[in-house]
Nanobody, 124 residues
Framework: QVQLVESGGGSVQAGGSLRLSCAASGRTFRYYTIGWFRQAPGKEREFVAA????????YDTDSVKGRFFISRDNAKNTVYLQMNRLKPEDTAVYYC?????????????????WGQGTQVTVSS
């Protein structure tokens, strides 16, 4: 069992930055792919970025390329999502999730454990 806790959300003006954190308890992230998803009101949950803990490989969705960066801290068992040049359309609840190790895992149904979410609001 993996418990995930997100933090770092908030309100920011367009063009600003935020860093989200996802801390794990219960088990190490070693055997998982950790992903970030977001869900805006009235929309489906969408994939943002993910990191394969075993080899550190990362991938993300086109709408955040060059703006959002996912990274990890092995010692802290924590994954980060650095979000730069934020836009109003990035406004959503952001969730981190854990899936058993694999390549290019983007579907929410492929993730087994979820955090409670953290709100990100970007004003124009």
């Amino acid at each position: 069992q993996v418990q995930l806790v997100e933090s770092g959300g908030g309100s920011v003006q367009a063009g600003g930055s935020l860093r989200l954190s996802c801390a794990a308890s219960g088990r190490t992230f070693r055997y998982y792919t950790i992903g970030w998803f977001r869900q805006a009101p009235g929309k489906e949950r969408e994939f943002v970025a993910a990191i394969n803990w075993s080899d550190g490989s990362t991938y993300d969705t086109d709408s955040v390329k060059g703006r959002f960066f996912i990274s990890r801290d092995n010692a802290k068992n924590t994954v980060y999502l650095q979000m730069n040049r934020l836009k109003p359309e990035d406004t959503a609840v952001y969730y981190c999730a854990a899936a058993h190790l694999g390549d290019d895992i983007r579907g929410p149904d492929d993730y087994n454990y979820w955090g409670q979410g953290t709100q990100v609001t970007v004003s124009s």
